[in-house]
Protein backbone atom coordinates (compact mmCIF):
# COMPACT_ATOMS: atom_id res chain seq x y z
CA UNK A 1 0.00 0.00 0.00
CA UNK A 2 1.19 3.53 -0.64
CA UNK A 3 0.14 6.87 1.26
CA UNK A 4 -0.16 10.14 -0.12
CA UNK A 5 0.00 13.02 2.50
CA UNK A 6 -0.62 16.58 0.93
CA UNK A 7 0.26 20.04 2.73
CA UNK A 8 0.99 23.59 1.78
CA UNK A 9 -3.57 24.55 1.49
CA UNK A 10 -4.82 26.79 3.18
CA UNK A 11 -6.48 30.69 2.52
CA UNK A 12 -4.43 32.88 0.19
CA UNK A 13 -5.92 36.54 -1.01
CA UNK A 14 -6.27 36.86 -4.97
CA UNK A 15 -2.57 37.27 -6.12
CA UNK A 16 -1.32 35.43 -3.89
CA UNK A 17 0.88 32.45 -4.02
CA UNK A 18 0.93 28.93 -2.45
CA UNK A 19 3.37 25.85 -2.63
CA UNK A 20 1.50 22.36 -1.94
CA UNK A 21 3.45 19.17 -0.85
CA UNK A 22 2.43 15.47 -1.58
CA UNK A 23 4.78 12.82 0.12
CA UNK A 24 3.88 9.28 -0.92
CA UNK A 25 4.74 6.53 1.84
CA UNK A 26 4.68 3.01 2.67
CA UNK A 27 5.52 -0.28 0.59
CA UNK A 28 7.20 1.88 -2.32
CA UNK A 29 8.69 0.15 -5.30
CA UNK A 30 8.10 2.21 -8.57
CA UNK A 31 6.20 5.75 -8.78
CA UNK A 32 5.60 6.58 -12.26
CA UNK A 33 3.38 9.50 -12.86
CA UNK A 34 2.54 11.81 -9.88
CA UNK A 35 -0.10 14.68 -10.24
CA UNK A 36 -2.63 17.13 -8.99
CA UNK A 37 -6.25 17.51 -9.09
CA UNK A 38 -9.05 19.97 -8.00
CA UNK A 39 -12.35 19.87 -7.33
CA UNK A 40 -14.29 22.94 -6.81
CA UNK A 41 -17.65 22.54 -4.51
CA UNK A 42 -20.31 21.22 -6.94
CA UNK A 43 -17.98 20.82 -9.61
CA UNK A 44 -16.24 17.88 -11.25
CA UNK A 45 -12.61 16.62 -10.23
CA UNK A 46 -10.17 17.90 -13.01
CA UNK A 47 -6.73 17.91 -13.67
CA UNK A 48 -4.13 20.48 -13.07
CA UNK A 49 -1.12 18.81 -13.52
CA UNK A 50 1.02 16.06 -14.30
CA UNK A 51 4.76 14.70 -14.21
CA UNK A 52 6.59 11.85 -14.88
CA UNK A 53 9.49 9.72 -13.25
CA UNK A 54 11.87 12.02 -15.67
CA UNK A 55 10.14 15.16 -15.14
CA UNK A 56 7.98 15.52 -18.23
CA UNK A 57 4.63 18.06 -17.02
CA UNK A 58 1.12 17.95 -18.26
CA UNK A 59 -1.06 21.33 -17.50
CA UNK A 60 -4.87 22.35 -18.06
CA UNK A 61 -4.55 24.59 -20.67
CA UNK A 62 -6.22 27.25 -18.79
CA UNK A 63 -3.46 26.78 -15.48
CA UNK A 64 -0.60 26.79 -18.22
CA UNK A 65 1.77 30.14 -16.90
CA UNK A 66 0.23 30.49 -13.14
CA UNK A 67 0.92 26.69 -11.67
CA UNK A 68 4.37 24.81 -12.11
CA UNK A 69 4.65 21.34 -11.29
CA UNK A 70 7.79 19.62 -9.75
CA UNK A 71 9.56 15.98 -8.36
CA UNK A 72 11.70 14.93 -6.08
CA UNK A 73 12.25 11.46 -6.52
CA UNK A 74 14.52 10.84 -3.80
CA UNK A 75 11.74 12.04 -1.38
CA UNK A 76 8.75 10.62 -3.30
CA UNK A 77 7.36 14.18 -3.09
CA UNK A 78 5.31 15.99 -6.23
CA UNK A 79 4.84 20.16 -5.57
CA UNK A 80 2.57 22.65 -7.32
CA UNK A 81 3.72 25.67 -6.74
CA UNK A 82 0.74 28.25 -7.56
CA UNK A 83 1.49 31.53 -8.68
CA UNK A 84 -1.11 34.80 -9.12
CA UNK A 85 -4.47 32.92 -7.68
CA UNK A 86 -7.79 33.56 -8.19
CA UNK A 87 -11.16 33.12 -6.37
CA UNK A 88 -11.65 30.32 -9.04
CA UNK A 89 -8.50 28.59 -8.02
CA UNK A 90 -10.52 27.43 -4.65
CA UNK A 91 -10.58 24.00 -4.71
CA UNK A 92 -9.98 20.73 -2.93
CA UNK A 93 -6.63 20.09 -4.31
CA UNK A 94 -5.55 16.17 -4.26
CA UNK A 95 -2.80 14.66 -5.02
CA UNK A 96 -2.39 11.11 -7.16
CA UNK A 97 0.36 8.34 -7.90
CA UNK A 98 0.96 5.20 -10.08
CA UNK A 99 2.52 3.01 -8.34
CA UNK A 100 4.07 0.05 -9.08
CA UNK A 101 4.88 -2.90 -7.29
CA UNK A 102 7.74 -5.43 -7.24
CA UNK A 103 5.54 -8.07 -9.14
CA UNK A 104 4.87 -5.36 -11.77
CA UNK A 105 1.15 -4.91 -10.20
CA UNK A 106 -0.01 -0.97 -11.50
CA UNK A 107 -2.08 0.80 -8.62
CA UNK A 108 -3.39 4.48 -8.85
CA UNK A 109 -3.13 5.92 -5.42
CA UNK A 110 -5.06 9.76 -4.00
CA UNK A 111 -4.30 11.44 -0.88
CA UNK A 112 -7.21 12.83 1.11
CA UNK A 113 -7.09 16.83 -0.56
CA UNK A 114 -5.59 19.85 0.77
CA UNK A 115 -8.18 22.70 0.73
CA UNK A 116 -7.08 25.72 -0.75
CA UNK A 117 -9.27 29.28 -0.76
CA UNK A 118 -8.57 32.17 -2.74
CA UNK A 119 -10.05 34.95 -0.67
CA UNK A 120 -9.79 38.99 0.34
Known amino acids: QVQLVESGGGLVQPGGSLRLSCKAS????????MGWYRQATGKQRELVAL???????NYADSLKGRFSISRDNAKNTVYLQMNSLKPEDTAIYYC??????????????WGQGTQVTVSS
Open 51 to 57: IDYVGNT
Open 26 to 33: GSIFSINA
Open 96 to 109: QADHSSITGEWGSY
